[in-house]
């Protein structure tokens, strides 16, 4: 199928000198902080890894000065910040997608969930690998027929633009909760292997995180994903086999995890896990959770920015399905390390007891391996850190900055406007992210909370945008309000808040009945009825509102971008 076909635009002129001297300017400035940061940790905490300390600032000088770099050369319209100018090539797209997903809290949670629950509660990477399959093949080649700018588009002009504001609240909670797990995974693993302090170890990684994504936007990003995933995949696949000889190799580690766990070593539980003993009613939790990182990983304004990006529809499928394979695959080596480290006795390499199954990642590189290869994995995980941390933060900022300040704040808001309150975004919602991860420790179940609140609450309202004709305002906001009262009735212990519905089958501060997946079943079934009985009171907007000449997209504003040519494959987007 042709690709689609540019005209000259901003993003792809070459920026003006000006523009790389105020580059070279930021990178001096970014040398000078570090240098600070370096002076600190001196004076206030001696006793750090200087090694391992120095390794971490070549990583981030690497990630900041590539970022920096691209800004440079890629220009800087709102198109690149959002959408890289609708022209990301394939390959990149895939790394990107891949290096997003496979984040800390995805490295860190597998290794986590693998050594202290069992094979069969690492639920996140075939969860996340299964969501962007079913995205691909359903959601991302319309999205991106339809040239929209964000996840939300499409909500906005079916709903209407208080209808995808509401959205919005559930997309950057979500975005600020995953970005806080994946800080709060770095941190611990910093403060494992170099002794650095953990909130030293979250607010530094942030800042320069934030920093090159607020000079380069979606370019800056994608690029220094492409680096950032190929690390990962060095850094730990090169700290297996020194691991795993500390414990007499990969079989004998595996035949004493199978032992010791029992039905839980499999990657999915039995078949009639309802009737084991051993699993009770936490097999309809498994499937609660299974089924909320699957859909629930589907409506993410981190994944559609890069659907969005891609060069043509095709390629956005395509770039979909490859980052599936790619993070299945990214999966093993942490998985591996979970199981070796069931094993391993820690205290005879000289290691304090392991009391937080959280630290396993990090004991296993500072104990289990050598000097050199702990400090690539340091840089492994420094990488998968910053692709998710960059990605997620500039998602939530585009999002509010497109769909909330552009149509709600001030409709009458310029590119360049947008542009500069998408920067200021980033700032904001990164220090968010930050704060939210110097006070919550848990690496899972901020991620599991994140997917919860999108699978709940976003997906009924996305897939009705795209796929049901008949769907209202009215029935959206019913279903919303519906998906929200049952999730908050089941409580939710990461914040303390106890349920008031007597939901079955409450164990241990928990409700094990899968309410979560009742509540985004309930909410889009009553989006569904209430717009049927309502479709003469409030009229829907037509599909055909979704192909991107049509007249009620005129009406509701121009596309980013729109002096791009049509793509030459595309088909309505209606159904």
């Known amino acids: 199928m042709p690709e689609e076909r540019h005209t000259k635009t901003e993003s792809s002129e070459r920026p003006p000198a000006a523009s790389r001297s105020r580059s070279l300017i930021k990178i001096g400035v970014f040398v000078a902080v570090m240098a600070l940061a370096l002076v600190y940790v001196a004076v206030a905490q001696p006793h750090v890894s ?97 040239r929209f700018t964000t996840m939300l588009d499409p909500i906005d002009i079916r709903f209407g633009k208080q209808i995808a504001g509401l959205g919005a609240i559930p997309a950057v909670l979500g975005e600020i909760f995953w970005t806080g797990a994946i800080l709060t995974a770095l941190g611990t693993t910093f403060g494992t292997i170099i002794g650095l302090d953990f909130g030293v170890s979250i607010i530094l990684s942030a800042a320069v995180a934030i920093a090159y994504t607020v000079v380069g936007g979606m370019w800056s990003v994608a690029i220094t994903d492409v680096v950032q995933i190929v690390l990962i995949f060095v850094g730990l696949i090169a700290a297996i086999p020194f691991a795993a000889a500390t414990v007499g190799g990969l079989g004998d580690a595996w035949s004493t995890y199978d032992i010791d766990f029992g039905s839980y070593a499999a990657m999915f539980p039995p078949l009639t896990g309802w009737d084991d003993p051993s699993w ?241 079943v309930a909410g889009l079934a009553t989006i569904l009825l209430v717009s049927w009985l309502t479709r003469r009171v409030s009229s829907p907007v037509p599909m055909a509102a979704l192909e991107p000449d049509s007249e009620e997209r005129l009406k509701w504003g121009h596309d980013i971008g729109s002096s791009d040519a049509r793509d030459d494959e595309a088909a309505p987007a209606s159904t």
């Not at 990477?125 to 093949?137: K, N």
């Not at 199981?339 to 937080?356: E, H, M, V, Y």
């Not at 009458?412 to 947008?418: H, I, K, S, T």
């Not at 919303?480 to 808040?497: K, N």
């Open 280 to 520: 009770g009613h936490m097999y309809w939790n498994w499937w609660d959770f299974g089924l909320a990182l699957v859909f629930g990983g589907i409506p993410w304004q981190v994944y559609f920015q890069r659907v969005l990006s891609a060069s043509s529809p095709a390629n956005a499928r395509r770039l979909s399905l490859g980052a599936s394979v790619v993070c299945v695959l990214a999966a093993v080596p942490p998985v591996l390390i979970g199981i070796i480290a069931t094993s391993a006795d820690f205290q005879a390499q000289g290691a304090p007891p392991l009391d937080n199954p959280s630290l396993v990642l990090p004991y296993v590189l500072r104990y289990l391996v050598p000097t050199g290869v702990a400090a690539l994995g340091l840089g492994a995980l420094a990488a998968a850190v910053m692709s998710s941390v960059d990605s997620s933060v500039l998602s939530a900022s585009s999002l509010t900055g497109w769909n909330v300040y552009r149509r709600l704040v001030r409709p009458q808001a310029g590119p360049a406007q947008v542009q500069q309150v998408i920067r200021r975004l980033i700032v904001v919602i990164g220090a968010a992210a930050t704060i939210l991860a110097l006070n919550v420790a848990s690496v899972y179940d901020l991620w599991y909370l994140a997917s919860d609140l999108i699978y709940v609450l976003l997906f009924p309202m996305l897939v009705c945008a795209l796929f049901v004709p008949f769907a209202n305002r009215i029935g959206v906001l019913c279903g919303f309000g519906v998906s929200l009262v049952l999730r908050l009735s089941g409580g939710e212990p990461t914040f303390g808040l106890p349920p008031f519905l007597p939901w079955p089958w409450y164990e241990d501060g928990s409700v094990l009945f899968p309410f979560r997946t009742v509540s985004m």
């Open 50 to 146: 200087w090694p391992g300390l120095f390794a971490m600032m070549a990583f981030y000088a690497l990630f900041y000065w590539l970022g920096a770099f691209v800004a440079s050369r890629r220009g800087g319209g709102l198109a690149d910040t959002m959408v890289a100018g609708r022209n990301m090539p394939l390959w990149i797209g895939v790394f990107t997608m891949t290096a997003t997903w496979v984040g800390g809290g995805y490295i860190s949670g597998a290794a986590e969930a693998t050594f202290n629950d069992g094979l069969a509660w690492a639920q996140a990477p075939w969860g996340y690998a299964l969501s962007l399959l079913i995205g691909g093949m359903f959601f991302a080649k319309k999205m991106r027929r339809g």
